[in-house]
């Protein structure tokens, strides 16, 4: 008899698991387009990198978290013995692309990664959260719009200052100011003046080290991997964790680091998110070959004269956030302009965008700043990392993406990845 309940409870559970197997398999598009998940399905999401970010608030923002993934032991150990006991650890982020049970996949690595971790994530049905900088070249972002809208995917790039939140030392969202800018009342073109007069730190003074000597890989620390598409350049706590910034093969300085949060806002209140600037100039001392270094200044111009000024030694005393042939608007939202508060609130507002990433996912349709505004907000970035590492005026081709009669910027869009990474 315990034998006949043994047989008919296992083919009872063979018959249950095939039913199962037969109901999950069932792609969610079938049931409601391309894509689709139903309002009731809870979204859940992994997090590559176990850094600060991470750490930060995202272990229990925007979906049920299942997976985490990070190269270094001690640090991915630590993660999760902060979050539940069913949340799997990942060393290898192939792997976890892999899983069927993840809808979002947040790449909180350094930049050098982001490119290719985020075509990947595309290519394995992943909807994309990544930090800022969006990717690290100009080329890799081209990649990943591509890989993005060929595999009908959601993204999202984790700054937030164009939709919510007060814009730094503005005293006001983006929002206002993006009225007034559509009102023409400061006139046209505008000039966009970023430095600390006008409210923001540029962590002017982040910089590398120079001639690093090598030191011991850490043992919980799989350093090649790490490395991934840079250049291999022997270990030292300088390059990995909270030090890359400093170093041009995984990022690019303070610039590259809260560019992104600065410059987005600016695009987007200038109405370019389909465009760059045509000329790129800057004032800075000579570049070391590996070692990120200060700059003084960086200005981009528009093709109708619209301006962008990173004033990084705060020269200009009087400045104003933005300057238009009728009026200026200061910090705090002072301006020229008499009553320009009471004024906007009577103009009408910008056009409604989804600013939230589970509604994008839901409705399959673009979060406000995706792949391709991301991708041009971050072009501005890399056209003045670009600039600094040359020492030397560029000029830009907004539409092919590349500068025009300068090989060595060139060369600077697509660079070299070390084996087998690709993009």
């Known amino acids: 008899m315990k034998q006949k309940i043994n047989m008919d409870r296992r083919n009872f559970l063979k018959k249950s698991a095939f039913a199962a197997a037969a109901f999950t398999i069932v792609p969610r598009h079938v049931l409601g387009g391309a894509g689709y998940i139903a309002p009731s399905d809870e979204l859940t999401k992994a997090i590559i990198g176990c850094g600060g970010i991470c750490n930060g608030n995202h272990l ?60 990947m994530a595309a290519e394995a049905g992943k909807d994309i959260w990544c930090e800022k900088p969006m990717t690290r070249t100009i080329g890799e972002g081209k ?100 030090k890359f910034r400093g170093y041009w093969d995984y990022d690019g300085g303070g610039l590259a680091d809260m560019g992104q949060h600065y410059l987005d806002p600016v695009q987007y209140m200038l109405g370019k998110d389909d465009t760059s600037p045509v000329r790129i100039d800057i004032d800075a001392p000579q570049q070391h070959y590996d070692a990120v270094g200060t700059w003084r200044r960086i200005e981009y111009t528009y093709a109708d004269g619209c301006r962008i000024i990173l004033d990084g030694e705060n020269r200009d005393k009087n400045a104003a956030y933005i300057e238009g042939p009728s009026g200026k608007v200061y910090r705090n939202f002072e301006s020229t302009i008499p009553n320009v508060k009471k004024l906007v609130a009577s103009l009408p507002d910008p056009e409604p965008r989804i600013t939230s990433f589970h509604e994008s996912i839901r409705t399959r349709k673009k979060f406000a700043l995706n792949e391709e505004n991301g991708h041009r907000s971050c072009t501005i970035v890399n056209l003045g990392v670009i600039a600094l590492r040359l020492g030397r005026t560029l000029n830009f081709d907004p539409v092919s993406q590349e500068f025009i009669n300068d090989d060595g910027a060139n060369d600077l869009i697509n660079q070299p990845m070390r084996g087998p990474w690709q993009i």
């Open 143 to 242: 990649s990943v719009v591509e890989a993005v809208q060929r595999t009908g995917r959601m993204f999202r790039l984790n700054t937030w200052f164009r939709f919510r939140g007060p814009f730094y030392g503005l005293g006001t969202t983006v929002e206002p100011l993006k009225k007034l800018i559509d009102s023409g009342l400061l006139g046209w073109p505008l000039t966009f003046t970023v430095s600390g007069i006008t409210g923001y730190n540029w962590k002017f003074y982040w910089k590398g080290e120079y001639n690093l000597q090598p030191m011991p890989v850490p043992e919980q620390l799989d350093y090649d991997f790490w490395l991934g598409p840079a250049p291999y350049k022997p270990y030292n706590p300088e390059r990995v964790h909270s």
């Open 60 to 119: 229990r923002r925007e979906g049920r978290l299942v997976a985490l993934c990070d190269v270094d032991r001690l640090r991915l150990n630590s993660t999760l013995d902060k979050v539940d006991s069913s949340v799997k650890g990942y060393h290898d982020f192939r792997e976890l692309l892999q899983q069927s049970d993840i809808d979002i996949v947040h790449i909180a690595t350094p930049p050098h990664w982001h490119g290719i971790m985020s075509k």
